[in-house]
Structure formats: structure tokens, C-alpha cells
């Protein structure tokens, strides 16, 4: 299927997938799973005009079914009556779900700023279910050609054979071709902060925006996290209310900023938002913090002196510089966390077993 730019990526959002893929020329998309079609449409009508097609599915059909097409339609005259397509053009995925009864395995991969040999290679050295993409993809996104970086390296790494869950790091708000991204990635309704729910797992994404003030020259004026992260707080106290974290064995959050760690100025930013969001994962019973960002490797455990909040969860901070990526492996089990940081040479940088609670 050549009219493909990339192997589709599967985002998991709540409780469905938001299958995204890219096509070399504009025209109609829709995904079959299991004799049902599900279109790329809005307002009944199908979207024609885009190169971009995003199609939700629900979980549940997509686990059971274990397989799905991806089909699309060049539109070549688009009359008032009696529209000109081209043929229908048809490509079938293979789809492996998460397991319940298995130990839940992670890759996660974050900083990568524009360079993709170095977690593609960290993708293929170790068997994992779930991929999470952590944000600052690119180095900014200027170019339709940086907003592609996330959808390559998913292509290299799961060739849309696996659920993938993106947060939006402080990298990739910037550039004229930021306010894009959120049109391009799973997002609850556009929103960047979200829950996904997979067998055995309820996870938290959490977007924490940019790691200096709004008032910082260097944004000059085009940034308003201070109000989006207020937002934010409200919705995560509506997840705490509603409850349906409460009968997954896993709970884990994902936000690209280590918001628990203690920082210096300029990045010692909203701390009574970063403690109220603390207080909120610690009464949901979270389990692990996972982060990026920093271009370091950490294992912040309760009490840690390098946490500035009282976070009763451990923070997991996975990612080096690009020139030196590390990709982390988490494997959750029901006893233990296992962890191996590892660069993309196959070198180990670090491998730890935490017990769980």
C-alpha cells in the first residue's frame, strides 16, 4: 500500500483506540474490524480534503478481533454530484492487545528530538505490549516534516501492530507547527491530558505544558499553561470522583515533566498545582510516575530528598541526551517492578527489581 506514508499508529484513549495514519495524497479513510467500518467522518460527512485520518475504534472490538484493515480512497473530482474516486486501497495489521493475566511490559521512549535510529534500535531489543512515546519527539515543530517524527519512529518500532500512548512534552509546543499536534495524536476530545484503560491497566496522561512561566520572554506571549494547567487540575479531580481506576490492578500516570522532582529557577514553576497533582495520584492508589525530560536517569522513591511534594509513588525518570539515547523497560508483575534502562547499543545503563506494595 504505497498511498501509506507510515505503518498506522494505535493510540490508546480511554477506553478506545483513535487509529491514526497518514497518506501521501488526500481522500477517504475508514478502518474494518471484524465486518464492522468505522469511517473518518465528522458531521456526516466523510473527510476528503485530508492527508491525516484519524478513525476511533472501541477497545473491546479491536482486542477480540486481533486484526484490522486500514482502507482508503483517493478523491480525484470532488463534484457536487456524482463525486470521481480512485479505487479503494486496502492494507491488513495484525493487532496483539495486553494480556490481563500477564505482566504488563513497557518500552518507553522520550527525548528524542528529532532522531530516530536510537529508539528504533532501543524498540528491538527487548519483547514489550505497550509503547509510550514521553514527549519533546521532535526538537520543535516548525516543519510538517517534524510533526512526522512520532509517526516514524512508531512505524519503525510496532508497525501498527501494538497499542501506543503519546504525552505531549514541553519540546513540542514549540514551533509555528505546534498547534497542529493535538489534531495529529490520540487526545480525549483534543484535550492532551487523558485516561487509557487496558487490560490490567489504568493509566493517567498527564500534561504539564512548558517548564518555565508563561511570562518567559523566550515565548513570547504565545504560551497559556497557567490556565491549562488549572483545567487540568479540575479534570483530574473528576477522575479521582468517577472512579474507574479502582479495579485495575496497575495504575501508572505519564507526564513528560517530572512534576514531583524538585527544581531551581526558572523551573521551579506552579508547585501548589504539582502537589495538588500529587495528592490526586496518591489518593488513586498510582503506582509509578513515568517521565522524561530531564535527560537523566532516576528512581525517586518516597522520601527521596531529590522530591519536593509528598508523591507516595515512585517516579521514574527514563531518558538521556539524543547523542546518548536510553530507552526504559518497564516490566510490571504482580510482586515487582523491573526496570532496565538501556542504551541504544544494547549497553545497560541501569536494571533495578522494586517489589510492589
Given at each position: 500500500m504505497t498511498t501509506l506514508r507510515f505503518h498506522p499508529t494505535v493510540f490508546s484513549v480511554k477506553d478506545t483506540y483513535q487509529i491514526i495514519f497518514l497518506t501521501e495524497k488526500p481522500g477517504m479513510g475508514w478502518v474494518e474490524i471484524g465486518g464492522q467500518k468505522y469511517l473518518d467522518a465528522q458531521n456526516g460527512l466523510m473527510r476528503w480534503t485530508d492527508e491525516m485520518h484519524r478513525v476511533t475504534v472501541p477497545r473491546a472490538a479491536l482486542d477480540e478481533a486481533k486484526e484490522y484493515a486500514v482502507c482508503f480512497q483517493e478523491m480525484e473530482d470532488r463534484k457536487p454530484y456524482y463525486p470521481v474516486h480512485g479505487d479503494t486501497v486496502r492494507r491488513?495489521?495484525?493487532?496483539?492487545?495486553?494480556?490481563?493475566?500477564?505482566?504488563?511490559?513497557?518500552?518507553?521512549?522520550?527525548?528524542?528530538?528529532?532522531?530516530?535510529?536510537?529508539?528504533?534500535?532501543?524498540?528491538?531489543?527487548?519483547?514489550?505490549?505497550?509503547?509510550?512515546?514521553?514527549?519533546?519527539?521532535?526538537?520543535?515543530?516548525?516543519?510538517?516534516?517534524?510533526?512526522?517524527?512520532?509517526?516514524?519512529?512508531?512505524?519503525?518500532?510496532?508497525?501498527?501492530?501494538?497499542?501506543?500512548?503519546?504525552?505531549?512534552?514541553?519540546?513540542?509546543?514549540?514551533?509555528?507547527?505546534?498547534?497542529?499536534?493535538?489534531?495529529?495524536?490520540?487526545?480525549?476530545?483534543?484535550?492532551?491530558?487523558?485516561?487509557?484503560?487496558?487490560?490490567?491497566?489504568?493509566?493517567?496522561?498527564?500534561?504539564?505544558?512548558?517548564?518555565?512561566?508563561?511570562?518567559?520572554?523566550?515565548?513570547?506571549?504565545?504560551?497559556?499553561?497557567?490556565?491549562?494547567?488549572?483545567?487540568?487540575?479540575?479534570?483530574?479531580?473528576?477522575?479521582?470522583?468517577?472512579?474507574?481506576?479502582?479495579?485495575?490492578?496497575?495504575?501508572?500516570?505519564?507526564?513528560?515533566?517530572?512534576?514531583?522532582?524538585?527544581?531551581?529557577?526558572?523551573?521551579?514553576?506552579?508547585?501548589?498545582?504539582?502537589?495538588?497533582?500529587?495528592e490526586l495520584l496518591n489518593e488513586m492508589g498510582v503506582e509509578y510516575l513515568i517521565s522524561g525530560h530531564m535527560h537523566q536517569l532516576h528512581i525517586l522513591r518516597p522520601g527521596d530528598e531529590q522530591l519536593w511534594n509528598d508523591a507516595q509513588f515512585i517516579t521514574l525518570v527514563g531518558s538521556e541526551t539524543p547523542q546518548e539515547f536510553v530507552g526504559a523497560h518497564y516490566t510490571i508483575s504482580p510482586d515487582a517492578l523491573h526496570l532496565v534502562f538501556a542504551h541504544y547499543s544494547g549497553e545497560i545503563r541501569m536494571k533495578e527489581e522494586i517489589l510492589r506494595k
Open positions: 491488513r495489521y495484525a493487532f496483539t492487545p495486553l494480556n490481563a493475566d500477564a505482566p504488563v511490559r513497557i518500552l518507553y521512549l522520550s527525548d528524542t528530538h528529532g532522531k530516530c535510529d536510537g529508539p528504533v534500535a532501543c524498540a528491538k531489543q527487548r519483547e514489550f505490549d505497550l509503547l509510550i512515546m514521553g514527549g519533546d519527539i521532535a526538537d520543535h515543530n516548525s516543519t510538517k516534516q517534524d510533526l512526522w517524527v512520532l509517526f516514524k519512529i512508531c512505524s519503525e518500532a510496532v508497525r501498527g501492530e501494538k497499542p501506543v500512548v503519546f504525552s505531549r512534552g514541553n519540546h513540542d509546543t514549540r514551533g509555528r507547527m505546534a498547534e497542529y499536534l493535538p489534531g495529529m495524536i490520540g487526545t480525549d476530545n483534543g484535550n492532551t491530558y487523558f485516561t487509557f484503560e487496558l487490560p490490567g491497566v489504568f493509566g493517567l496522561v498527564l500534561d504539564a505544558g512548558e517548564d518555565k512561566r508563561d511570562s518567559c520572554r523566550e515565548y513570547g506571549g504565545t504560551t497559556c499553561f497557567e490556565l491549562f494547567r488549572r483545567e487540568e487540575t479540575a479534570w483530574l479531580e473528576s477522575v479521582k470522583n468517577e472512579g474507574r481506576w479502582k479495579d485495575a490492578p496497575v495504575r501508572i500516570a505519564v507526564c513528560h515533566i517530572p512534576f514531583t522532582m524538585r527544581q531551581q529557577p526558572p523551573f521551579d514553576i506552579e508547585q501548589d498545582i504539582y502537589a495538588r497533582w500529587s
